[in-house]
Each structure stands twice: as C-alpha cells, then as structure tokens.
C-alpha cells in the first residue's frame, strides 16, 4: 500500500543523525540566509509585473502575498522545530501522509527551486543590460542576445544563461567558498532598498494611485490585486529555504522559529515601503489592449505595445523597475548605483536556490527515491557536482527563452502546492501526536493551518491557466518516475527505514 509508507519523525530523525550534515549556522545566519533568498527578483523586478495585473493596487497584492506566506511560515516553523533535518516540506509530507505525498511534493519542490533561479536570471539580465552595459559603457546588446522570442526580434537571453551557468560553475567548485560572500550581498541590497525609500517616499504625489484598482480585486485569468498577489508570491518565498537548512542549524528548536519568521518581518516591511515609492513616485498604471483588457505580462503585445514612444517610460514597461524609478525621478547616478547592486546582488539568490535544489535531490537520493549517482560528491570540490550540472543546464535554458513573469508564476505553482501540503501536515500532527514535544507551537494552529491551505489555493486558482497547468502536467511525469523508479527502490519499502550508506558533505551558503 503506497499511501501506507510512511517514515515516522523518529526514523527521520535517525536517519539524519546517521547520516548528517554539518550543524553550523545560528539564528542570524538563518535569518541572513532567508533575507538572501527573499530580497531578489520579487522586490527588484516584478513590480512591474505586479503593476500591469493590478496597477497601483498592487499594494494590496503584497499584503495579500505576505498575509498567506506569514500563516504558512508559522506551519513551517513548528514542524521544522520538531523536525530538524533537510528537506522541508518533502520530508514533512513523508512523516505524516506517506511516500507518494512526498514524492509529489519534493517533485514541487523541484520545480520551485529550478524554474526560480531562472526567474532570478532573467531578472538580473534586465539590470545587467539596462544599468550596466547601456547606461554606464554605452553598448546597447543586440535585442535577439537580450530577450527570449517573447519579445518581439529577440532570440535568446544571453546575460541569464551566462549568469546561470556562472553561479553553476561556483556551486561546482565549492558552496563554502560561494557562502563568503553572501552576507555582503544581503547587506548591499538592504542598503539599495533602504536608500530607494529614502528617495522616493518624499517625492510621492496621491495621483498617481488613482485609479487605485483599475483591474479590480478580482480578475479573470491573473489579473486584479488578488492575481498579482499569485505573482509576487513568489518575492517572499525564500523563507522556505531557511527550514530546508534545518539539519544544518545550531539548535534548530530555537533558532528555525528565529530565522523563518525574522526574514520573513523584514523583507515584507521593505516590499511595502518600495511599492508605494515606485508607484507614488511615476506612477504604477497597466496598458490595455484595444478590448479594455490589460495586456498579459510577458507577451508578445504588451513588448509591442511598450515599444510605442509614449509608453515606454511606463513602470510595467521596464526591465529594471527601481533604477527606472529612480532615473525618471532625477537621480540617475543612484538609479545606476541600483543597477549595480541588483547585478552584484541578485546572483547570491540564484545561487541559494539552486543550493536548495541540490538539498531536495540529496534528502529524495538518501531516500531511494532517487538514483544515488545524482548525490555522488566531486573527490576533490567535495560538492554533489551531477546534480548541480543538471540543474544548472535547465535552469539556464528556461531563463533563455522565457520571460520573467512566467517563470515567477510557474514557480508559484509548485510552490503553493509544497505550501499547503506543510498546513495538512501540521493539523494530522497535531491530531495524531498531541503529546510530541514541539519546541515551537504554531498559534491558533486550527485557524492558521486552514488559512494556509485556503490561501493556498486561492493563489494557485488566481494564477494564469498557462501557469496552473504546469503543476499537474510536471506532477504527471515525476508520478511516473516514482512508479518506474522510485516505488521499487524506496529504502522504506525495501525496510531499510533509516536510508542507505552515502555519506554526503554539502556546507550550505553562510555555514562558514
């Protein structure tokens, strides 16, 4: 019986005391690690993403964002607290709901990890393009090297693939000499941010809010506050990263709790802040079709539409949205500055998602569900170099070709899933091991955990139908995997319930 597999916390908690990886960050560092993974594309791009679903009422879609990711990480902080070994919500599901749940869910959690990086990539591309080639040597790349053929007379995404393979290459040879850098990186986009409110809060006018919902609460087919929500979801989910290093973290009962729910205060007071100096300052209006309905973001029309002259000032028109702002404001010089601390910055967040896919493949291969090769560790950079080759090479290809907004909500979508499944988890927990020491108890659990699930899913339904369709047709194939692969070579279902033998030594970013 498939849905009988289940691996007890117990059992999962000795399989990672057998088999465990390095214990060695603290509360701060969990916190950098997540405002590391948080602060990136979402807050340095999407916003003109956001702008053209819901327009200034994109303000809104960050509450609404932020509201279901605060539930959801008050789920994920009490069952990483009692389980505090890698693999979020995958190894959630495989103590609670069994084998195949799990499956389905660390298949989600792939496709998040993967498709996100390229979202990152393509988002760095935009900076890289605009701040650094264009405005500071004065070379303007060719369009069919800087745009996939979503744009029309654009080819490839060259600056995302070469970004992408770059960060590749550095996991390759050493995640603990990539994690050196990363505090810096935080600090610099935190400093970015900061100076970006400072500069545009003053300078705010209440007209440019007006009108406030232009697509309404509720659109059809992404659009509205409630369908740009489904989009800037995907700017606060790099708290999950944080309970994905749990097995690598000082006193997790006290310090996963610390580091989920920290980064998550920070970054959501930063998104409101710059959102309302964006769109106070130029203004924040979608552009419509000749049918009154606005133009899908990424498409080919609304890249026509922002080639015509008078719009090509628009904030949903810009591929670097905050140096824009700051640029159409007067203070071009710290609109370049921007740029830079996008380009210097963004790559630290492909690199923490792409860490925290390879941490996905290790739980996934250390359980039989996966080919043992994909965790096999490099002799001399002592890092699982197969799977981040792979990973690496999908990842760079969807940043070619596709645009940034389609990649965030396909990433969504997995994400949304992994999201829910962490909620049933915690009210079977609840209802099945009362008793079991929980270092840390979610408040009002029986009110949080079904917010979470309904938010959820209420995100999922409000992202585009070329979105929502990803998710089943992904989860299709990696059921047919398990069964041709993983249903056999399950060390559970082999009775070997506390894994196999490979000893894995991956230092995460920030460990050292």
């Given at each position: ?310 719009n090509a000032q628009a904030l949903v028109c810009s591929n670097e ?97 992994a999201f829910m499944m962490v909620a049933i988890a915690l009210l ?85």
């Open positions: 019986m498939i849905f009988g597999r289940v691996k007890s916390l117990d059992a999962i908690l000795a399989t990672a005391e057998k088999k465990s990886l390095h214990r060695s960050l603290g509360a701060f560092q969990l916190t950098m690690l997540g405002i590391g993974c948080v602060i990136g594309t979402g807050i340095f791009v999407l916003t003109s993403a956001a702008a053209q679903k819901a327009g200034p009422g994109m303000i809104l879609s960050f509450i609404v964002a932020g509201a279901v990711c605060v539930v959801a990480a008050l789920c994920y902080a009490e069952i990483a607290a009692m389980a505090p070994v890698a693999g979020s919500a995958y190894t959630y599901t495989y103590s609670v709901m069994g084998e195949l749940l799990a499956w389905t869910v660390g298949w989600a959690l792939i496709l998040e990890y993967a498709v996100a990086a390229s979202a990152v990539s393509v988002g760095w591309s935009g900076y890289f393009s605009g701040s650094i080639l264009r405005e500071t040597f004065g070379i303007d790349l060719p369009l069919w090297l800087a745009a996939g053929p979503y744009v029309p007379g654009g080819f490839i995404n060259l600056p995302a693939v070469v970004i992408s393979l770059l960060v590749t290459w550095l996991l390759m040879i050493g995640t603990t000499e990539s994690a050196r850098v990363n505090a810096v990186l935080v600090t610099i986009k935190v400093v970015a941010l900061t100076a970006f409110v400072a500069l545009t809060l003053p300078k705010t006018h209440g007209g440019n809010f007006e009108p406030f919902l232009p697509t309404g609460i509720l659109g059809s087919n992404g659009l509205g506050v409630v369908g740009a929500a489904a989009t800037i979801f995907f700017a606060y989910v790099g708290f999950d990263a944080v309970s994905t290093a749990a097995e690598e973290t000082k006193d997790p009962q006290r310090n996963v709790p610390i580091g989920l729910i920290a980064s998550l205060g920070i970054c959501t007071v930063f998104y409101m802040l710059v959102a309302a100096g964006a769109i106070g300052t130029i203004g924040g209006q979608p552009l419509f079709g000749a049918d009154g309905v606005p133009f899908t973001t990424g498409s080919p029309e609304l890249a026509r539409a922002c080639l015509i002259p008078a949205a905050l140096a824009h702002v700051l640029r159409q404001i007067g203070y071009a010089n710290v609109g370049n500055w921007m740029g830079y601390a996008a380009g210097l910055a963004l790559p630290s967040v492909i690199l923490i998602l792409m860490f925290g896919q390879t941490r996905i493949f290790f739980v996934m291969s250390r359980d039989g569900l996966l080919p043992e090769v994909l965790s096999r560790v490099h002799p001399k950079w002592k890092t699982p170099y197969i799977v981040t080759a792979i990973t690496g090479v999908f990842v760079a290809f969807a940043a070619a070709f596709l645009p940034v907004g389609q990649l965030a909500d396909i990433a969504n979508a997995g994400t949304l899933y079977i927990l609840r209802k099945r091991e009362p008793n079991r020491h929980r270092p840390f108890r979610t408040p009002a659990a029986w009110i949080v955990a079904p917010l979470t699930i309904v938010g959820c899913i209420g995100l999922y339904f409000s992202l585009p139908y070329e979105a929502m369709a990803v998710l089943p047709i992904w989860g299709a194939v990696g059921l047919v995997i398990y069964f041709l692969y993983g249903y056999r070579k399950s060390y559970l279902g082999r009775g070997m319930a506390d894994g196999g033998e490979t000893d894995i030594d991956m230092a995460p970013p920030g460990a050292h």
